[in-house]
């Protein structure tokens, strides 16, 4: 069995998932040759490089596993593939479309394969869920809505000057990070995954309690496939107002959950049947990492890439579609936002996001918060 050369660019943050995953690998004889990191100062599985070329030349990988910033996404993979490697690609895509496709025709010139880091269309929960839908176990899909409620505070935004809630870095590469394009951007891919179709006419609201380029609450509706989709998430709300990620899918026979209201995070994925009988699934996201142990088994043995470009770029064009309707998000009333020196919050506005997900109807912003018009 040939040896599989894996660089990985960054090292902290996610990327710092991908060095513990080497310390156990899953599969034989795949091995970390580099790490690409200008701003680390030692990396203690493998030779640290500053330089992508010089890493290149001197480290020959097979696989680039890029787990850097969003704007940096296009030119790294672009490189890669230039280097004759397969790429692994940290969620998003991209930061803009355009630059999502560039990444997608890189490959196709290169003959490489490129999967994007969506973790739950890699778990086999979910697609085996997916499997059941693709084979109409439920019926045609109806309806399908998520709440994400989870605070972050002044250490998440300040992360990164360059790029956390920026819509362009310094040398205009595209970012958008925002909610729907980091944290809870795997629950608006989990709709598309499912339905494995564009949104369309995209609907939304975003707005912002931090001092941000883009937003920090979104509530999304649109349509795929036949199907309705609403999202509302927010990282603009109290700890004790935190809700883990909650799925309602409506299909013609039968309603599939993932999460609960309140309460510890509930992972089983179960689906109900309008005749009385249910199918539980099993406890999702138990593994992380599966992209990676994915490149390794599509390389070598020719087995399908579980999550492609063409379905991450569905979350990328959702997300541009909501650009144009909005291109600004609406900052809150100062006189509705709190402080307790670590975070912003925004108060009334977890109940509200809680009425939008019930309704499923959009919001409106005025001094006293969000309202539903009548």
């Not at 995209?202 to 989709?229: F, H, P, Q």
């Not at 510890?264 to 990676?292: C, H, P, W």
């Not at 006189?335 to 670590?342: E, Q, R, V």
Request: proline letters at 5%.
């Amino acid at each position: 069995m040939d040896e599989i050369r894996v660089a990985l660019f960054g090292t902290s943050g996610f990327a710092a998932n991908y060095l513990e995953a080497f310390k156990n690998p899953k599969r034989e004889n795949v091995r970390l040759v580099a790490a690409v990191d200008p701003y680390a100062s030692g990396c203690d599985l493998c030779p640290l490089y500053s330089d992508a070329e010089q890493m290149y030349r001197e480290a020959k990988p097979d696989i680039a596993v890029i787990a850097t910033p969003i704007q940096l996404h296009r030119e790294q993979a672009e490189q890669a593939f230039g280097h004759g490697c397969d790429v692994v690609l940290e969620k998003p895509l991209a930061g803009d479309e355009a630059d999502a496709r560039k990444i997608l025709a890189a490959r196709d010139r290169a003959g490489r394969l490129l999967n994007v880091d969506y973790q739950m269309c890699y778990d086999p929960v979910i697609r085996a869920v997916k499997h059941d839908a693709d084979r109409g176990v439920f019926g045609a899909p109806l309806n399908m809505k998520v709440i994400v409620l989870w605070p972050r505070g002044f250490t998440y935004y300040g992360r990164s000057t360059h790029w956390a809630g920026r819509r362009y870095d310094a040398e205009g590469r595209p970012v958008f990070d925002s909610v729907l394009n980091n944290a809870t951007a795997h629950y608006l891919m989990n709709m598309l995954f499912m339905t494995g179709a564009p949104a369309q006419n995209v609907r939304c609201r975003t707005y912002r309690a931090n001092d941000i380029e883009t937003y920090d609450t979104a509530v999304m509706k649109a349509e795929s496939a036949g199907a309705g989709l609403f999202i509302a998430v927010s990282h603009a709300v109290r700890e004790d107002e935190k809700q883990e990620p909650m799925f309602e899918y409506r299909y013609e026979k039968a309603t599939l959950r993932y999460g609960r209201r309140g309460g510890e995070r509930r992972k089983e994925f179960t689906a109900r049947f309008d005749d009385g009988r249910e199918i539980v699934y099993g406890s999702v996201e138990q593994e992380y990492m599966e992209n990676l142990w994915n490149m390794v088994d599509a390389r070598r043995l020719g087995t399908p890439v579980l999550c492609s470009g063409e379905t991450a770029l569905l979350q990328t064009q959702a997300l541009e579609s909501m650009r144009l309707a909005q291109p600004d998000s609406e900052a809150f009333p100062a006189s509705l936002i709190s402080t307790d020196g670590s975070m912003n919050w925004v108060e009334g506005l977890a109940p509200a996001l809680w009425r939008a997900f019930d309704t499923e109807k959009l919001p409106e912003l005025g001094e006293q918060g969000l309202y539903f018009p009548e």
